[in-house]
């Protein structure tokens, strides 16, 4: 018999102990020291993060009740502010029909478009204007100095080369990302430590390893900068084309119903846009703990 | 002061690095030889000439200096309404644990909607005048403004918070001495993109909220409907321009104004 089993109450012969006496001063000593703390411990912090939900929907609220007073009291003329529940019912309205949808998906369309020639073409010239000095020299004054006019400026232009349909929009967000992608990809870039590269040299690193090893690790964090600029200068510069001139997409749903003067539905398409950015913000953020995970544990 | 190595003497000596000019000489230079070409429509791709010489009459006109004039009131009225707002804002947000709880999320939930998308409500509310597009201007101003002060805010030293504590300053003090001061390395920077932001803002209510009066934007736009492509490369030219300046004199207040710290190390 092994010597852990002699000191089994199972196994052994003498009686059984009582496993647990317990005396009602026991548990409510127990309880006080123990649960309460704990409980409150967890009461606290729910209801800190319940104030902190409620604090933050304070002014919310305000406005909304602002707003809604001011419908009802007819302060400005219903054409101008429509009242919350109208607004709300047009949601209701180009939500059923899915033609909300439908804007959303043009307008997501062009910025996926855009992000990929534009971001792409800008992580390629900002990667290679980061690797190579002569390229620098010769390229990137030019760049900054195109660069100096917003991108905005250049759609008048760009609408007579290439017309007012597909094209233009996509041109002109591709653009709008360009510019950032490229910069930022370049500081990046340029930023690395030469120390690194010259492990790299001791190494005899091939270039794919340098590339692959040094260079896209370090940058990474920037190229996700990068990244996040061209999502943010996309978003902006669709719904400006869009009201510019389309015959789809969430721009061109503003645009209209401001022709048509319904200003419900200009709120509802606002509404709308700020959804949408706040899905792109939690998208970015998710991507950005996933893909520099790496690097926490660092720390 | 460290002697210059003898290297950065060296390169001081030599040319400038002139390399910069090849793409634009390129660029020119197959522009020119494109224009001259009988398949090329120089109505779309009109001859640099043409350029030159519509920028020599639009330089002699008063009514192009009423437009840069109007365009630059807008921009710096917009500009300095935002910065004020976003810098007080700013300040709050940072320096107030309760103002964070009550603002900041609205603030960041409207910070959300794309900047443009505000512009047909403003339209509506306001009209489409210079108030609205001034009050637009300052709306993105205020942003980037309000983001960098109370990033900047919220950086202060508690060490030295607590040496204002002990000296027992007044809060215009801590405010005026110890607050502002350590937030405006942050602070400025919100600035000098509030203002590249601001001048992004003035070009797009002009486009957009179109409206007969003058402005830079509004003759590239006019360009644009009379089919006049040099008119456009003009007013780009001038935008571009302008923005180049206005970042420039950003980046020299900002040294300026941030010469005592560069002092301190």
């Known amino acids: 018999m092994p010597a852990s089993a002699q000191n089994d109450p199972l196994l052994s012969d003498t009686p059984l102990p009582p496993l647990l006496t317990l005396t009602t001063a026991d548990v409510s000593r127990i309880g006080r020291q123990r649960v309460w703390p704990a409980l409150q411990g967890a009461l606290r912090q729910t209801g800190a993060w319940a104030l902190r939900v409620l604090a933050g929907l304070v002014l919310p609220a305000g406005l909304f009740g602002l707003w809604w007073l001011t419908a009802r009291q007819h302060w400005i003329a219903e054409q101008i502010l429509p009242s919350p529940a109208f607004v709300w019912e047009s949601l209701g309205i180009v939500w059923d029909s899915g033609e909300m949808l439908t804007h ?50 250049w759609i008048p232009l760009l609408i ?44 005899a690193f091939s270039r794919w390893q340098v590339l692959s090893r040094i260079v896209l690790p370090a940058a990474l964090p920037t190229l996700f900068t990068a990244i996040r600029q061209g999502v943010m200068q996309a978003w902006l510069t669709v719904i400006f084309v869009e009201l510019l001139s389309a015959s789809e997409g969430l721009g061109f749903f503003m645009a209209y119903s401001r022709s048509l003067a319904q200003i419900d539905m200009v709120i509802v398409a606002m509404g709308v846009i700020g959804a949408v950015g706040l899905l792109i913000e939690a998208t970015l953020r998710l991507l950005e703990s996933r893909l520099q995970g790496w690097r926490r544990a660092a720390f | 002061m460290a002697l210059p190595s003898a290297l950065a003497l060296r390169q001081r000596l030599t040319w400038p690095d002139l390399r910069f000019l090849v793409l634009p000489a390129a660029l020119i230079a197959l522009w020119s030889w494109a224009t001259q070409q009988p398949w090329v429509n120089t109505k779309i791709i009109v001859p640099p000439s043409l350029v030159l010489s519509t920028a020599w009459t639009e330089l002699h006109r008063p009514e192009f200096y009423q437009g840069v004039g109007m365009s630059l009131m807008r ?22 644990r309760w ?109 957009l909220l179109y409206d007969f009066s003058a402005g830079i934007g509004q003759t590239v736009f006019k360009g644009r409907s009379a ?23 950003a980046q020299h207040a900002e040294q300026r104004l941030l010469r005592w710290q560069a002092r301190a190390h």
């Not at chain 2, 921009?75 to 107030?96: E, M």
């Not at chain 2, 008119?231 to 321009?241: Q, R």
């Open chain 2, 227 to 249: 089919f006049r492509v040099d008119l456009i490369l003009f007013g780009l030219a001038v935008i571009g321009l302008i923005g180049h300046g206005f970042t420039r004199l």
């Open chain 1, 104 to 153: 959303v998906g043009h307008s997501a369309t062009r910025v996926g478009w855009s992000l990929l020639l534009g971001g792409g073409s800008g992580l390629l010239l900002g990667t290679a204007m980061g690797l190579s000095t002569t390229l620098r020299a010769c390229v990137l004054p030019t760049f900054r100095a195109l660069a100096q006019v917003p991108v905005l400026g």
């Open chain 1, 160 to 203: 007579i080369f290439v017309g007012i349909e597909q094209p233009l929009k996509i041109w002109a967000i591709s653009l709008a990302v360009l510019v950032p992608v490229t910069l930022t990809t370049l500081d990046g870039i340029a930023s690395i430590p030469r120390a690194h590269l010259e492990v790299g040299r001791v190494f």
């Open chain 2, 75 to 96: 921009d710096l009225s917009g500009f300095t309404i935002g910065a004020l707002a976003g810098t007080a804002l700013g300040i709050l947000l940072g320096v107030s």
């Open chain 2, 99 to 207: 103002a964070r709880l009550l603002i900041g999320p609205t603030f960041h939930t409207l910070r959300q909607i794309s900047l443009f998308a505000w512009l047909p409500l403003l339209a509506a509310l306001v009209g489409s005048g210079d108030l609205s597009k001034i009050v637009f201007i300052a709306f993105s101003t205020f942003y980037p403004v309000v983001l960098a002060t109370s990033e900047g805010v919220g950086s202060v030293n508690v060490a030295h918070l607590e040496v204002a504590r002990v000296l027992r300053f007044s809060p215009t003090q801590i405010l005026f001495r110890l607050i502002l001061p350590s937030a405006s390395p942050q602070i400025l920077s919100g600035l000098k993109l509030g203002l590249i932001y601001a001048w992004l803002a003035t070009i797009g209510a002009e486009f």
